[in-house]
């Protein structure tokens, strides 16, 4: 089992920063990835950004040249840099991680937190 806590959500103001972090617990071997998504009120889940275990990171378009996935294999962690905020980027952020236990997958989630972008 894996367990993922998330934080750093909050109110910011249109242009402002927040950074996301992840902090993972557990059986944490073999993780093949981890990464960031995002549910808005009324609107489907999508990733806002993915890092691999080899380091390969991937983005949303939306979020591209603002946003910033980085990983502290030390501390477990890994983090969501969000710069320019828009409100459109109101939603709650959720952490996951996919690993690999005898050649099955597994995705774990965490809690989500809380961002509120203000105009």
């Known amino acids: 089992q894996v367990q993922l806590v998330e934080s750093g959500g909050g109110l910011v103001q249109a242009g402002g920063s927040l950074r996301l972090s992840c902090a993972a617990s557990g059986t944490t071997f073999n993780i093949l990835s981890r990464g960031w998504y995002r549910q808005a009120p009324g609107k489907q889940r999508e990733v806002v950004a993915t890092?691999?275990?080899?380091?390969?990171?991937n983005y949303a378009a939306s979020v591209k040249d603002r946003f910033t996935i980085s990983r502290d294999d030390a501390k477990d962690t890994v983090y969501l840099q969000m710069n320019s905020l828009k409100p459109e980027d109101t939603a709650a952020y959720y952490c996951n991680v996919l690993l690999e236990r005898r050649r099955q997958l597994y995705e774990y989630w965490g809690q989500g937190t809380q961002v509120t972008v203000s105009s």
């Open positions: 890092i691999t275990s080899a380091g390969a990171t």
